[in-house]
Nanobody, 123 residues
Framework: VQLQASGGGLVQPGGSLRLSCAASGRTFDRYVGWFRQAPGKEREFVGTIPWNGGNTHYTDSMKGRVTISRDRAKNTVYLQLDGLKPEDTAVYFC??????????????????WGQGTLVTVSS
């Protein structure tokens, strides 16, 4: 599977962005996760959604400001970011894999990754 992330850009504090992750070659695996990596920091979990239904999980630090959704007809997963803060500036990655409960919040649960899309929050 190949993943293509898009939708990043420059946004002012308090603004919103919707990122997209499109799969090609085949459909997503069990989970589709979003991660982000700020300059000089490790890649961190943002949220994940089961492709075939079930509960979505988010990192506590962004809960209430992030929503993940899916469109099976378009083979695409979305990450809605609201109330953006300068500290949300990072490259956002989507990934997919047959993660289990113990790995779905870690990079170990996702062998397939998109190239990332840059989100910059600045006035």
């Amino acid at each position: 599977v190949q993943l293509q992330a898009s939708g990043g850009g420059l946004v002012q504090p308090g603004g919103s962005l919707r990122l997209s992750c499109a799969a090609s070659g085949r459909t997503f695996d069990r989970y589709v996760g979003w991660f982000r990596q700020a300059p000089g920091k490790e890649r961190e979990f943002v949220g994940t959604i089961p492709w075939n239904g079930g509960n979505t999980h988010y990192t506590d630090s962004m809960k209430g400001r992030v929503t993940i959704s899916r469109d099976r007809a378009k083979n695409t997963v979305y990450l809605q970011l609201d109330g953006l803060k300068p500290e949300d500036t990072a490259v956002y990655f989507c990934a997919t894999g047959n993660a289990i409960y113990s790995t779905m919040r870690t990079t170990r649960g996702y062998p397939y990754w998109g190239q990332g899309t840059l989100v910059t929050v600045s006035s």
